[in-house]
């Protein structure tokens, strides 16, 4: 299946929010993984079904400890847990300490993830910058994912990501953008800013800035998610990032190359 890795170049724009929100929305199966260096949001967030409180020892630690293995659909999803709702997750380290003790996993893991065959993996890499550990696993997803505001100091800084990463990966690039859902104005600036750009980036989204949808994602919400902003705009861009990455054999080749032979 794939790999898509979400990113961030300055702050804390969502990106572990639009991972969980997508993972619960993507179409196919898949495994959300926690890879930033800074620790694990999502075991202090999210609870496993029922209520009870995640393993925080069960995650990409142990799943370094266990690489000698190899790391296959099996050993990864042995080191996965399930969140209260259904979706699945790969822990992130508690704390950057934990990091050093990874070794030289971030390469065989961000190819053990793109080359996956149980799920589609979305990859919550956190703030990126040229020295971060974690690149090996963004240069190995086949779709790149940087999330932003709609301010001036965070389009900056995405744009310099942008410049680096271009030279470094074989991948789709994309930007989502935290957004008001009023403040289309200063989306279209982001996507002006992106057009003067030498960088390729084709896909954009606008993702609903919004604490109400969001506080369902923090262990916080109340009433019905589903008809939230932050539903409502990550529907159809869970469903654009999945057609992207979709691999050749979820399409009729034979359809595809001779349209019309099999409707008879």
């Known amino acids: 299946m794939a790999l898509v890795a979400f990113a961030s170049a300055k702050g804390s724009p969502g990106v572990t929010t639009a991972g969980l929100v997508l993972g619960a929305l993507w179409p196919r199966q898949v495994l959300l993984a926690e890879c930033d260096p800074s620790g694990s949001d999502v075991a202090i967030r999210m609870t496993a079904p029922g209520g009870a409180p995640l393993n925080s ?10 690489s000698r293995k190899g790391l ?4 990864i999803l042995a080191h996965s847990q399930q969140l209260d709702g259904g979706l699945d997750v790969l822990l992130g380290v508690r704390s950057p300490e934990q990091i050093g003790g990874m070794g030289g996993l971030w390469h065989p893991l961000g190819i053990s993830f793109n080359q996956m065959q149980a799920a589609d993996v979305l990859a919550d890499c956190g703030r990126v910058s040229a020295t971060a550990p974690q690149l090996p696993v963004i240069h190995s997803a086949r779709l790149i994912v940087m999330v932003c505001t709609a301010t001036g100091s965070s389009v900056a800084h995405l744009r310099e990501r942008l410049s680096s990463l271009v030279h470094h990966v074989d991948a789709q690039l994309g930007v989502v953008v935290v957004a008001d859902p009023k403040q289309r ?7 002006t800013v992106l057009d003067q750009m030498s960088v390729p980036v084709r896909h954009r989204w606008h993702l609903a800035y919004d604490p109400v949808g969001a506080a369902f994602f923090d262990g916080r919400g109340h009433g019905r998610l589903e008809k939230t902003q932050l539903i ?3 529907t159809d861009i869970a ?3 999945s057609a992207l990455v979709a691999t050749p054999h979820d ?4 359809q ?9």
């Open 185 to 191: 104005d200063a989306v279209k600036q982001v996507w």
């Open 256 to 264: 595809a190359a001779f349209p019309g032979q099999g409707e008879r």
């Open 239 to 241: 469903a654009e990032m």
């Open 57 to 66: 020892d069960r995650g990409l630690v142990s799943l370094a400890a266990a």
């Open 72 to 75: 296959g659909d099996e050993v």
């Open 251 to 254: 399409f009729d080749m034979a």
């Open 232 to 234: 409502r705009s990550a």
